[in-house]
């Protein structure tokens, strides 16, 4: 009997480990998966500690390197480049023509310097004998139609000015030198012979001429004090002196420009910018110069540097007889 309860026992316990077993795996199958543990990173390797450096006394034992293994270059593949687009350069716009710089404007006037110790002024000059005595001053001159000097009118010089009186006498009988301040002018007469017996009026009555200088006065023009106009008529100035060389050449005309509105102010007209024109039954003194020239030419001043002016279309015709500048 203790036999049929000791298998009885031993079947329960077996019963009730397969029972347990049976527990045990359905607890595995039907429990929920542990969740992922994090990587943890590498621990860093420690540094590794110098070796303390060996005494100088003893010598580095020289351990052979090994070398490295060459190491193969990496394979580089060929690409071909894809084309970039690029749109084509816009033409530049031509550039405008460049302006033309305006022409310089021609020259009003042309001037010519005259040389100081050849030309002075004939108005007032004294006249002397050879002899160099002082017989009076010169007064005025006489031209014709060409421009030619054929007379000149002197104030013949009295006694304390008593007796003065103005003869006319040849332009050929003078003879000039600007270096003599004193008397510039020189009449040729005889020795002893009075200045009267070399004036025109006498010639005229020694060679039966009952009309007297008078008789050229249509034919010629006195140009000191005559009045300067343009070929219209339009009033350029008075001439208040004339300019002559030492060969007795006319150089220029001292023009009076000024008028009740503007400033007084004189001129040096050159002898070529003049005309002597029959007008009236005379002669009339006219002259090309416009008003802008006349504004342009440099003004006149006795004892100073002379610039004789001409218009600009003149100057070749000027130029014919006068040196330029």
Not at 36 to 65: D, H, N, V
Not at 92 to 100: L, S
Not at 112 to 117: G, I, S
């Amino acid at each position: 009997m203790s036999d049929g309860i000791s298998r009885q026992r031993l079947a329960g316990r077996v019963l009730l480990v397969l029972l347990l077993s049976m527990l045990a795996g359905c607890s595995t199958w039907f429990a929920r998966p542990p969740a992922p543990q994090p990587e943890q990173p590498p621990p860093e390797p420690a540094p590794a500690e110098e070796a303390p450096p060996a005494p100088a006394s003893e010598p580095l034992a020289s351990a052979p390197i090994a070398a490295a293994p060459p190491q193969e270059a990496p394979e580089h593949k060929h690409v071909t480049p894809r084309p970039i687009y690029r749109p084509p350069p816009k033409p530049h716009p031509a550039p405008p023509p460049a302006a033309a710089r305006p022409a310089a404007p021609p020259p009003l006037i042309t001037t010519r310097a005259l040389a100081p110790n050849d030309a002075h002024g004939l108005l007032d000059a004294r006249v002397q004998r050879p002899d160099g005595k002082v017989i009076g001053r010169a007064i005025d001159m006489f031209v014709d139609a060409a421009g030619k000097p054929r007379e000149m009118l002197v104030n013949l010089a009295g006694f304390m000015g008593i007796g003065d009186r103005k003869m006319r006498f040849p332009w050929t009988d003078f003879r000039f030198d600007a270096t003599q301040r004193k008397a510039p002018i020189t009449l040729a007469i005889p020795p002893g012979e009075p200045p009267a017996a070399a004036s025109s009026h006498a010639k005229d009555k020694a060679t039966g001429n009952s009309g007297g200088a008078g008789a050229n006065d249509a034919r010629l023009l006195g140009v000191i004090d005559a009045t300067a106009e343009r070929g219209n008529g339009a009033r350029v100035g008075r001439v208040v002196d004339v300019l002559i060389d030492n060969r007795g050449e006319p150089q220029a005309a001292v023009v009076d420009v000024g008028s009740l509105i503007h400033e007084r102010r004189s001129i040096a007209a050159d002898w070529s910018a003049l005309r002597f024109v029959p007008k009236d039954n005379a002669l009339s003194l006219q002259t090309d110069l416009s008003d802008a020239q006349v504004n342009a030419a440099p003004p006149y001043a006795p004892n100073q540097p002379v610039r004789a002016v001409a218009p600009a279309a003149a100057d070749a015709a000027a130029s014919a007889g006068h040196p330029t500048r």
